[in-house]
Each structure stands twice: as structure tokens, then as C-alpha cells.
């Protein structure tokens, strides 16, 4: 995440818009910024022989527990309108690119009560995407510079059960059903379609240098 913030930085400077995707090793769990209550429980979980890691994300929202996701980032600017139309804009390429795989998405409906849930995932709101089952897919968080946006969230796709059960509490866990044999490597070539598609961009793929990687760490 820390790489995102870098993307965020550097667009401000003038870089073009960037989308990117990433997974977690370890596992761990992202706060959002301003959320200051968790159990304390959490401080002590070990899976796999590893203590898991608790960080803060520059985000809002409440609590990811990064294992078995695929965490997707898209930073640009310029986007007219109100927040959630924001977050519409940025999320149809979401919308088209689970369509391409035969998964329809729409966005869930929670009210102000979500903020009491320590559980990102227990809750749908208007910026995140459920099937049709009203399974919560993907959430979504956005940071704001002026014009610029930073809007990355986790897409849950093989999220271990015991480990999970751990964090947010057994009859916290549901499944969610998704096509079989779909790749990782299967989903983010569908959603660089989408983006191409609905932004109407052509993407570049760029490795980070030696020098970037100095100046991300140097944060």
C-alpha cells in the first residue's frame, strides 16, 4: 500500500493515471485510517507459524483481512461529480470485467449502521460490489489529493475459513461462489480489458526501477 501512496504522489507530479493489482505475503490485516477500535485479540493471532500483521491503510473503511484476496489500485483525477459517482465511475471496470467472466456485480446497500462493524466484509455499502446472492465481492476505499484519487479494495476470492473465523468470528464467514478454475492471472487479464475499455485507455505495463523502489521504502 505503500506503493500506492508512492502512484498517488507521483501522479499529483504529473504521472499518467495507473491500475494495479497485488497480493499479500504474509497475510495481514489493514485498518482503515481512522479506525481506532479493534480487538485487542487481534494484536496476538498466528497463522501459519506467523504473527499477523496489523496495518494501517491510507484509506477509510473498516477492517481487510488480506488472505486469499486479490487487492486491485487504480490512481487518476479529474472525475466530475459527487463521491459515490466517483466511486461509480471507477468501478464500472469491476462491474464489466466480472461480467466478462459471467459474475453480475451490483453495489450493496448498507445504511450508517456499517461503522459499528469492525468487518469490512460483514456489510455491503453503496461503494461496494456484491453478487447477485448479495455476497460481498469487493471493497473499496478511496483517498482523495485535490483533483487526484487513490481507490484501491480487496476482491475476496479463496478467503481461508478458520483463519477468518479467527479474525471476525465464525458467523462472520460466508462463501462466496464463484466460477470454477478461474485464475488469478484469468481475473486480472479480464479487468485490464475492462479498464482499457471503459476508460478508453491504453495500459502500459511498467515494473517499479531500482530508484522508485529506494524512494517507496525511504517512507
Same mark, same amino acid.
Given at each position: 500500500?505503500?506503493?500506492?501512496?508512492?502512484? #498517488?504522489?507521483? &501522479?499529483?507530479? +504529473? &504521472?499518467?493515471?495507473?491500475?494495479?493489482? @497485488?497480493?499479500?505475503?504474509?497475510?495481514?490485516?489493514? #485498518?482503515? @485510517? &481512522?479506525?481506532?477500535?479493534?480487538?485487542?485479540?487481534?494484536?496476538? !493471532?498466528?497463522?501459519? +507459524?506467523?504473527?499477523? *500483521?496489523?496495518?494501517?491503510?491510507?484509506?477509510?473503511?473498516?477492517?481487510?483481512?488480506?488472505? +486469499?484476496?486479490?487487492?486491485?489500485?487504480?490512481?487518476?483525477?479529474?472525475?466530475?461529480?459527487?463521491? !459515490?459517482?466517483?466511486?461509480?465511475?471507477?468501478?464500472?471496470?469491476?462491474?464489466?470485467?466480472?461480467?466478462?467472466?459471467?459474475?453480475?456485480?451490483?453495489?450493496?446497500? $448498507?445504511?450508517? +449502521?456499517? !461503522? &459499528?462493524?469492525?468487518?469490512?466484509?460483514?456489510?455491503?455499502?453503496? $461503494?461496494? #460490489?456484491?453478487?447477485?446472492?448479495?455476497? *460481498?465481492?469487493?471493497?473499496?476505499?478511496?483517498?482523495?489529493?485535490?483533483?487526484?484519487?487513490?481507490?484501491?479494495?480487496?476482491?475476496?476470492?479463496?478467503?481461508?475459513?478458520?483463519?477468518?473465523?479467527?479474525?471476525?468470528? $465464525?458467523?462472520?464467514?460466508?462463501?462466496?461462489?464463484?466460477?470454477?478454475? %478461474?485464475?488469478?492471472?484469468? !481475473?486480472? $487479464?479480464?479487468?485490464?480489458?475492462?479498464?482499457?475499455?471503459?476508460?478508453?485507455?491504453? %495500459?502500459?505495463?511498467?515494473?517499479?526501477? *531500482?530508484?522508485?523502489? *529506494?524512494?517507496?521504502?525511504?517512507?
Amino acid at each position: 500500500m505503500a506503493i500506492d501512496c508512492w502512484l #498517488l504522489e507521483q &501522479h499529483i507530479l +504529473g &504521472h499518467p493515471s495507473s491500475l494495479r493489482f @497485488y497480493t499479500w505475503s504474509p497475510p495481514a490485516i489493514s #485498518l482503515g @485510517y &481512522h479506525q481506532r477500535q479493534y480487538p485487542e485479540s487481534w494484536q496476538d !493471532i498466528v497463522w501459519q +507459524g506467523e504473527k499477523l *500483521k496489523l496495518v494501517r491503510r491510507p484509506t477509510g473503511g473498516r477492517a481487510v483481512l488480506h488472505q +486469499g484476496d486479490l487487492t486491485y489500485a487504480v490512481v487518476t483525477s479529474r472525475l466530475a461529480g459527487s463521491r !459515490i459517482q466517483m466511486y461509480e465511475k471507477i468501478c464500472e471496470f469491476l462491474i464489466q470485467g466480472w461480467r466478462s467472466l459471467n459474475v453480475e456485480l451490483h453495489y450493496g446497500t $448498507a445504511g450508517r +449502521g456499517y !461503522i &459499528h462493524n469492525p468487518n469490512c466484509f460483514g456489510t455491503a455499502t453503496s $461503494a461496494d #460490489l456484491v453478487t447477485v446472492d448479495n455476497c *460481498k465481492l469487493i471493497g473499496s476505499a478511496q483517498l482523495r489529493r485535490g483533483n487526484a484519487i487513490l481507490q484501491h479494495g480487496s476482491i475476496r476470492l479463496q478467503p481461508n475459513a478458520e483463519l477468518f473465523a479467527a479474525v471476525f468470528g $465464525a458467523e462472520s464467514f460466508t462463501s462466496v461462489q464463484l466460477p470454477q478454475n %478461474l485464475t488469478r492471472e484469468t !481475473i486480472i $487479464a479480464a479487468l485490464v480489458a475492462a479498464a482499457s475499455d471503459c476508460f478508453n485507455i491504453q %495500459l502500459v505495463l511498467q515494473p517499479l526501477s *531500482k530508484d522508485e523502489w *529506494k524512494q517507496i521504502l525511504s517512507k
